[in-house]
């Protein structure tokens, strides 16, 4: 989506490791017209395929949730991240963070998901997947369905978008950073 | 506000230890529709105090502060709990959990919060006001102006409420709770 990419190229800072920050209008910072910008793509992407309910994870993804449960008219449920307290009336799974090298629970509890739910799931970043990967695992234990992946930026030099489209899961990422480099401050879209 | 105390004792469930459970509605699964009613009001309350930010604090308050921000249209910053792992860029304190028992660091950074700013507090519960004085003093350690404080339910039978007001601050809650009770679950509102 052209208006995301300029928005990186204009906004986003690359750091080291690969790091791409966008803090000024995703993930700390909201641009919320921005936001909107985003779910109306979603919307026109998935507004035939009759989403009941959008599933994300705290904390980056609730905002662009949030916008996009308005565009459908739809409940937002988003999983909380942190110790499994109480299993008996929640799907939990574990999920491994790259980022900071260890696993942590997610968790929904029973009463927000059920078979009759069609799930758009949405996030901010897509890299190795794990989050994703962890929310679709819940979905299942649900019984319900996964109708697709909602991502405003997909690294596309690592596997996550791969590895979903692999197992035929429908993404649609925004923006897909095909490359980029620290020291020229260059990004180069798919 | 009436409409959101209807909802309170439609849809909140009351457990041990003055526990208010809405995370059908507010705080883990979202009623986009509600609220907007709830952003609705706040706009009204604050629509000529020239609000050009709104600050939360993650994760229950990053959906109402969004679709408060779509309402104002101003950015909205969210401050992220955790530790201070960059103090140099951050406006940073500690805040004490009551329900946790424990002390967390929360941090917004520097670039998002100018001596410019008019700023919204909003959160989706007023108890202690442990966090929303945290909030308040990372908003004043940027030299920005507090214009008020906008709560979706506050517990009128704890400090919180009284502490902001009689610090001179402007706090408009949607919803009172008076008293609470576990046994026969039932709420007056004030």
Chains 1, 2 share one sequence.
Not at 27 to 42: G, V
Not at 68 to 84: D, E, Q, T, Y
Not at 91 to 109: A, C, G, L
Request: aromatic share 8%.
């Amino acid at each position: 989506m052209k208006r995301i990419e300029e928005e990186i190229l204009k906004r986003g800072k690359i750091l080291p490791g690969n790091v791409l920050k966008v803090n000024s209008f995703l993930n700390h910072q909201l641009d919320t017209k921005l936001l909107c910008i985003m779910a109306d793509e979603w919307y026109e992407l998935y507004k035939n395929d009759n989403i009941n309910k959008i599933v994300t994870i705290e904390a980056s993804g609730i905002a662009l949730a949030t916008i996009a449960g308005l565009k459908f008219n739809v409940p937002v449920v988003f999983a909380k991240k942190g110790v499994n307290l109480n299993a008996d009336n929640c799907f939990s799974t574990t999920v491994y963070s790259y980022s900071k090298n260890r696993d942590y629970f997610i968790s929904i509890e029973k009463e927000f998901l059920s078979s009759d739910d069609n799930v758009l799931i949405i996030d901010d970043f897509l890299a190795n997947a794990s989050a994703v990967l962890g929310l679709i695992s819940l979905v299942k234990k649900a019984k319900a369905n996964v109708v697709g992946v909602g991502i405003a930026i997909e690294k596309g030099f690592q596997p996550g978008g791969a590895i979903l489209r692999r197992k035929g899961y429908r993404v649609e990422s925004l923006a897909i950073v095909e490359t980029m480099d620290y020291e020229s401050q260059t990004i180069k879209f798919r």
